[in-house]
């Protein structure tokens, strides 16, 4: 159907109204008059309308020996077929009538304005919900909130914030943001398109915690939201207090291993940046993992960040007092693979240690063992690795008495191990054994709307590594990462950003720094969002076919068609208007 107003007659017409012709007499018209909801009916003669006879006109002339035509009147309102019903005062029948041929189209009746004005009211209804639930949230959420367009004026402003800056919201709202927010920085997050979260801000000689939000749309900042979130360090510091004494309780005596790698602080998964439904679905899953003692195996592209997610699992799970021990099998020359999961005995062959050494199996007791890219193990160690999660102990090259050991398995791949089962190149014995929790990491082109977060998260840090001033990066550059698949994934995103952030010699980002031919890469092929419109368009779709095979059946009568459809005819006027 072509896209039209809800307001136009085309929407609500109907298209095969009940007519008169020259054989009808008036009795005939007074019948029909009678089947229909209104008080008069159209004439046509081979499509055209010549005009109208009216209920009282028939029962005048109802014992008259006289023709149809005798009685017509010729005055009828005649329309286009987008002619907005919002025009109708007088209620009067719409005569739909084609601009060209005159050929009548439809006809609005009664019965038709009837479901018009049910849907104008529903619509009303939701918005005047909507509106209201707007309101209350608006000015219940946060300390303050202030919203302005591109252009930095404000559009929105609640009760809280005026009582911080003492200016009312019909003071502040069409002023520029500047003139009503003291040392604001909206207008800098308008023009770089990055959030600025958790900052802090001295606003009316008091210290806050505020966020500084971009609003897309379509690829463009249309506007800005800032957040205050805390009044001051004393709440900061309460809530910190709580989540140490939250993270406190329970704490059992750290023991000390062998041998535990030293690395920095712990992952928690909230460290993982990312708020996009998808990695959010995948942060939830690793939480489950987490609690249990069960082995995880975790898939994904290159460069989405697997290994965070392991180490997350691990600070997060019951073994986080131990070691955590990484292996990336897909680094290590097979020749040395083994030595280095299994360790080796004194004199096991030339070039050993004197007095040999353990093994990252055995250094793992006691915590977690991470074989990352275990797709590309080979198969004589995946059978050894099989044999030590089955027997729960490990033999060292040249040794002659297993070792016991106890770890929790974390694997990961991008590989797909299934064609690699069929190629006969993983173990499928080892692949069920690691495959108990699985956990799939999302490709950055399925979660565009995190990378404004992993840049606001990132710039600051190379800032400090570097020991320089904060760079801003244009929100050009942002619409042209939307647009990019990013093979590389986070990592390529990364490495990009510290690339430009070397390269700059100003302190604002430009898209001229971006690498040689990044905007000639491939597109991505389309967002979550998107494939869920898509989705939704398609369920639309099927709906719509449906409903216009039954009205092509009934030959395009509404009451009938709504009959067979098990909805009332409002509901079926209401239901293609929203398909159009």
């Not at 929105?156 to 009312?168: A, C, D, H, I, K």
């Not at 990336?328 to 040999?356: H, M, Q, V």
């Amino acid at each position: 159907m072509p896209m039209t107003s809800i307001n136009h007659v085309k929407q609500w017409m109907n298209m095969e109204p009940i007519t008169l012709s020259n054989t009808h007499t008036p009795r005939d018209a007074l019948t029909l008059i009678a089947k229909s909801a209104d008080k008069e009916l159209p004439i046509v003669e081979k499509g055209q309308m010549l005009g109208v006879v009216t209920l009282q006109d028939c029962v005048v002339h109802l014992d008259e020996d006289t023709d149809i035509f005798s009685i017509m009147k010729s005055e009828f309102l005649a329309v286009s077929d987008d002619f907005s019903l919002k025009e109708n005062r007088d209620g009067a029948p719409l005569y739909v009538l084609h601009e060209k041929t005159g050929i009548l189209e439809g006809v609005i009746g009664r019965e038709e304005m009837a479901a018009y004005y049910e849907r104008i009211r529903e619509r009303e209804e939701d918005a005047q919900k909507t509106i209201e639930w707007l309101k209350l949230s608006f000015d219940t959420a946060y300390e303050g909130v202030a919203i302005v367009d591109e252009k930095g004026i404000v559009q929105l402003f609640n009760e809280t914030y005026s009582r911080y800056v003492g200016v009312t919201k019909e003071e502040a709202i069409g002023r520029s943001v500047e003139n009503v927010i003291d040392n604001t920085r909206l207008p800098v997050v308008l023009k770089t398109g990055v959030p600025e979260r958790n900052q802090p801000h001295r606003l009316q000689g008091q210290e806050l915690v505020v966020h500084r939000l971009p609003i897309w749309k379509n690829g463009k900042v249309i506007g800005a939201v800032g957040m205050l979130v805390y009044e001051g360090i004393t709440e900061i510091q309460q809530v910190l207090q709580r989540m140490e004494l939250l993270h406190t309780t329970g704490k059992q005596t750290e023991k000390q291993g062998a041998e535990k790698p030293v690395r920095q602080g712990p992952v928690h998964f909230e460290d993982i940046v990312g708020e996009s439904p998808v990695i959010a679905k995948a942060k939830k899953i690793g939480r489950k993992a987490a609690q249990t003692k069960a082995a995880v195996i975790i898939t994904g592209e290159t460069g989405v960040g697997k290994e965070p997610f392991a180490h997350a699992i691990h600070d997060m799970g019951k073994r986080s007092k131990g070691p955590f021990v990484a292996v990336n099998c897909s680094a290590i020359p097979e020749n040395l693979l083994e030595s280095e999961l299994f360790g080796y005995e004194k004199g096991a062959f030339t070039g050993t240690r004197n007095d040999g050494k353990p093994g990252k199996i055995e250094l793992a007791h006691g915590g977690t063992l991470f074989l990352d890219e275990i797709g590309d193990m080979p198969l004589t160690t995946q059978a050894k690795i099989l044999r030590v999660l089955q027997e729960r102990e490990v033999d060292r090259v040249g040794g002659t008495a297993p070792i016991p050991v106890d770890f929790r398995l974390i694997t990961a791949t991008n590989k797909d191990l299934k064609k690699q089962m069929e190629a006969d190149k993983f173990r499928e014995d080892l692949y069920y054994r690691l495959h108990v929790m699985p956990l799939h990491i999302p490709p950055l082109r399925e979660r565009k709307q995190d990378i404004p977060l992993i840049i606001a998260d990132q710039l600051p840090k190379l800032s400090e590594i570097n020991e320089t001033t904060e760079k801003t990066i244009d929100k050009e550059i942002l619409q042209i990462m939307f647009r990019y698949e990013w093979p590389g994934n986070v990592r390529e995103l990364l490495n990009v950003l510290e690339r430009m952030f070397h390269l700059c010699e100003e302190d604002h980002i430009r898209s001229e720094d971006l690498p040689d031919g990044f905007n000639e890469q491939k597109r991505a092929p389309g967002s979550l969002s998107e494939w869920r419109e898509k989705k939704q368009k398609q369920e639309q779709k099927f709906e719509q076919k449906q409903i216009e095979d039954v009205l092509k059946e009934v030959k395009g009568n509404k009451s009938e068609a709504a009959k067979r459809l098990g909805i009332s005819r409002a509901t079926l006027y209401n239901k293609l208007s929203r398909f159009s």
